[in-house]
């Protein structure tokens, strides 16, 4: 997919999914809109410097972007939750984060531990009770306990499934690259998963580009559906092919959603 067409599909939500079209959204429109929602936006539990990496951020969601925000009901007001995101953009984080923020939740991401080694960075993550990966290494597992430990205290946690970007050329999620982290959190704790399928940050800041781009204002859709369905796989030893199953289902929540944030079908 070109970068013109990728933005059209992000700009007109094409009627391809008519549904795309029926949600009237969530995001705030106009300045009295926004502040009210900053106002309200979360603030205990984030951490100073979260919070303070949260409050530099926001006006660069609510003033360069033009949002649509659809299907916030689906994450729970409290308890724990697991979110499950696509990821194209390095702006993920910040747009995904004012989102999740918005609808009454603290994310609480698991990411890559080499981030730990960037001093600002560092603080921000530590601060805001984060969880780093450390992958191919000795605590490798730590992850998945700090992760447990998370969602047992009821708080939200936000993966990335694949893992990086998306290495789909346009765009779309690929169940043989997610990782089956969240599926085994899923299926251990029996926490829900809610899917997420975003659209329009890799016209913001592309992958390769060291500054955003913010003018003309780009739009980005986020779109979150009902928890995946996973009922008839709790309980069940955690086998190869039943965390595969979990995997799949959740890719495939995924990739509903940014097909309705996208306005356009997968391809098969």
């Known amino acids: 997919m070109s970068q013109n067409r990728a933005t059209r599909s992000c700009e007109s939500l094409s009627v391809l999914i008519p549904e ?3 949600d009237a959204g969530t995001a705030p429109r106009g300045p009295l809109a926004k502040i009210r929602l900053t106002l309200r936006t979360p603030k205990r539990g984030r951490g100073f ?3 303070l990496a949260i409050d530099v951020l926001w006006p660069f ?3 360069f972007t033009r949002s649509g925000w659809f299907g916030g009901s689906n994450i729970p007001a409290e308890g724990p939750v697991l979110i499950a995101s696509n990821h194209v953009s390095f702006a993920d984080p910040v747009t ?3 989102y999740v923020l918005a609808h009454g939740r603290i994310p609480r991401y698991l990411a890559k531990a080499g981030l730990w080694q960037i001093p600002v960075v560092r603080s921000v993550l530590a601060g805001g009770r984060h969880i780093p990966v450390h992958r191919g290494t000795s605590k490798a597992t730590d992850a998945y306990r700090d992760a447990v430990k998370s969602l047992e205290s009821g708080e939200c946690v936000l993966v990335f499934p694949e893992g990086t970007f998306t ?3 346009d765009g779309w999620p690929s169940v043989k690259q997610a990782k089956s982290g969240i599926a085994r959190l899923a299926l251990a704790t029996g926490v829900p998963v ?4 975003h659209w329009g940050t890799q016209n913001v800041l592309p992958q390769k580009a060291k500054l955003p781009r913010l003018l003309p204002r780009k739009r980005v859709v986020i779109r979150t559906g009902p928890p995946v369905d996973l009922s008839d796989l709790l309980g ?3 086998t190869r092919d039943v965390v595969a199953e979990a ?6 929540a995924i990739t509903e959603q940014l097909e309705l944030a996208r306005g356009e079908k997968a391809p098969n």
């Open 96 to 98: 995904v984060t004012a």
């Open 236 to 238: 069940r030893e955690q």
């Open 20 to 22: 795309a079209t029926h």
């Open 167 to 169: 290495a789909d050329p």
């Open 61 to 63: 969601v609510m003033v």
């Open 247 to 252: 995997t799949r289902r959740i890719m495939d």
């Open 194 to 197: 809610v899917p997420i399928g």
């Open 49 to 51: 410097w979260y919070g």
